[in-house]
């Protein structure tokens, strides 16, 4: 296996007095695509969260490229190169597209310029004067890609892109995902449709009720169709 780039190792995390991550612990290999699979609420946005600093944890170590990063603020964080792109695309919806890719250029310097992602998306170019909060989903979806993109990051954490896009979008996101993965980003994916990620992911892990129940290699995970019915809510338990 691939040298790790992020391990999370045994995070406790709690809302409140909830205890809602119970030692997790996973990784990450340089240039690999890990999908985090769970129903709603076992806690893989949480996980997320976790690593990014955007919600401490009581306990566990998060280490990046060979750096412990635990307990640091998420500013920090991003600084390092670790990209987010969160569930429900989160923009500033007063500012326009190119306003908020200016924001977010800021970071890290690198190949991905504002241009350079136009060229890639000429759709968000077309929109760069549009207000963020009058586009489409699946515009706000790519315009949540291309901010995390121009602060270019090493490593990409991407929650739940598919939500409420049409298929064809899904396609276009997905195939955008695949780019940085072949271009040697490293990408956490938290995804509801399971089948749809372990499509693309190198490996997997599946979350219950705030642990990590299952981890193994995405191509295994796809046969095992027990679990697949369960991830996908067809059916209450698998056997
Ligand atoms: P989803 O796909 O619905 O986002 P998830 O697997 O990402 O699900 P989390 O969002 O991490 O799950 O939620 C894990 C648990 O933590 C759930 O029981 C949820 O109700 C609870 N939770 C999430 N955010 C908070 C919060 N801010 N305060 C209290 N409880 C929370």
Do not use: C
Request: aromatic residues 6%.
């Amino acid at each position: 296996m691939s040298e790790s780039f992020l391990a999370v190792d045994n995070l406790n995390t709690f809302y409140g007095k909830s205890h809602i991550l119970h030692d997790v612990s996973l990784t990450v290999g340089k240039g690999e695509l890990v999908a985090l699979l769970g129903l709603n609420g076992a806690g893989k946005t949480t996980t997320m969260r976790s690593i990014l600093g955007l919600t401490r944890p009581r306990a566990g170590t998060v280490k990046f490229s060979g750096r412990d990063i635990s307990g640091w603020p998420s500013y920090r964080v991003s600084r390092l190169g670790v990209g987010y792109v969160p569930e429900g695309r989160r923009m500033f919806k007063e500012l326009t597209v190119l306003e908020n890719l200016q924001i977010a250029e800021t970071g890290r310097k690198g190949a991905w310029t504002i241009d350079r992602v136009f060229q890639r998306l000429p759709k968000l170019q077309e929109l760069r004067a549009r207000k963020s909060g009058r586009l489409s989903g699946g515009e706000q979806e790519m315009l949540a890609i291309a901010r995390a993109l121009v602060a270019n990051p090493t490593m990409m954490l991407v929650d739940e892109p598919s939500q409420g896009l049409a298929p064809l979008i899904v396609e276009e996101v997905y195939k955008i995902l695949e780019e940085m993965k072949a271009a040697g980003t490293s990408i956490l994916l938290v995804e509801q449709n399971a089948l749809l990620a372990l499509k693309v992911a190198d490996r997997a892990y599946v979350m219950d009720e705030g642990r990590i129940v299952y981890s193994g290699v995405a191509s295994e995970l796809e046969r095992d169709r027990a679990m697949i019915r369960t991830l996908m809510g067809l059916q209450e338990a698998a056997s």
